[in-house]
């Protein structure tokens, strides 16, 4: 069986040079992994990406299979994390509003990448009706 860096044609120094090994990497990615996990983080990550800055309320709406409990839940995780930033306005009725930090922001183009990348897979049917296995091999 090929290499993985010989299939995509990465040269071995390339993957050296930025200072991995797979088990700093395989580290590396569940940690990011492990900040990203629960069911509602991607899709409040995607509703917040572009620098938009939305209400609580406005949440609950964009995403109304959620319960206020776990958005809540969801939110303050990422925002203990750094992703999320919850802004307080001192007011009557009290407001409150999350954008995504700098830090968060940058993972728009990673999450874009998945995006695209899920988007690429054929429909189970269709790598069988071509012959093929049904992983797409």
Known sequence: MARTDEKVRYALEGKQSSGYTRETAAEGVEQALKLLEGRWKLTILFHLFGGRVLRFSDLERAIPAVSQKMLIQQLRQMEQAGIVRRIVHHQ????????????????CPA?????????????????NAAGNDSDGR
């Open 92 to 107: 009557v009725p009290p407001k409150v509003e999350y954008a995504l930090t700098d830090w968060g922001q940058a993972l």
């Open 111 to 127: 999450l874009d990448a998945l995006l695209t990348w899920a988007g690429q897979r054929k429909p189970p049917g269709a790598a």
